[in-house]
């Protein structure tokens, strides 16, 4: 089965830096999706992580360890409009249709 | 600028009665999903396509809801009869298929049975 763990909630304030962890178990691993949705939209997706390492793309960083099942996904220079939930999703198989989102972390950024 | 498009964005409706939701994916895509997303569950996938063929639809409750693909630039969800335990959003998405490429939602379907 599948088990995705990341924080229910969050608190930021506008400027700063705050970083967003996840930690899965999978049958299988074959990268990680982190996807924003703000409330009342559709998720859009923010980056993918094959490979060890951070991935840098803009104010937005996503970092794997498969070691360890360990992801996050770091925001800098925090805007109000970061404020939405983010969702860690593991792809344990070949196919996006083995992809399993987790419950996502909902980020207030406060002035 | 190509997107996913669901109808209808909002229903109401009383318990008992058929629902049916449409979905058209962006155009070239081969992989059609839809997901449904609560508060307690989170986003869980109810069913998949891939060139219009239904490949697994294990997360999906049998009894009530169906999913077909009548084309390409259609797929459809329906829930006969509606449960106000379905109530939430449902998302289409769709993507070119194959390993780690990007899943393109729609602006989902809000679903409210009463």
């Known amino acids: 089965g599948q088990n995705i763990d990341q924080p229910t909630e969050m608190t930021a304030t506008e400027g700063a830096i705050v970083q967003i962890n996840c930690t899965y178990q999978t049958s299988g691993f074959n990268g990680l999706f982190w996807y924003q949705q703000h409330a009342g939209e559709a998720p859009t997706f923010l980056s993918y992580n094959v490979l060890d390492g951070l991935e840098e793309k803009g104010r937005f960083s996503s970092f794997l360890s498969r070691s360890k099942g360990y992801s996050y996904l770091l925001l800098k220079e925090l805007q109000m409009k970061d404020s939405a939930s983010y969702l860690c999703?593991?792809?344990?198989?070949?196919?996006?249709?083995?992809?399993?989102f987790g419950k996502g972390t909902k980020l207030s950024v406060i002035p | 600028d190509a997107r996913v498009t669901q109808t209808p964005r909002h229903k109401v409706t009383e318990m008992g009665q058929e629902v049916t939701m449409r979905c058209q994916p962006i155009?070239?895509?081969?992989?059609v999903f839809w997901y449904r997303q609560t508060m307690m569950q989170g986003l869980e996938l109810l069913a998949y396509f891939r060139n219009r063929a239904p490949l697994d639809d294990s997360g999906m409750p049998k009894d009530r809801f169906s999913a077909e693909m009548p084309d390409a630039t259609l797929a459809t969800l329906k829930i006969q009869p509606s449960e106000p335990r379905d109530s939430a959003v449902y998302f289409c998405?769709?993507?070119?298929?194959?390993?780690?490429?990007?899943?393109?939602f729609g602006e989902g379907s809000w679903l409210t049975v009463v």
């Open positions: 998405a769709s993507e070119t298929g194959g390993s780690g490429n990007t899943i393109y």
């Open positions: 999703a593991p792809n344990s198989g070949a196919g996006s249709y083995q992809l399993t």
């Open positions: 155009l070239g895509h081969n992989t």
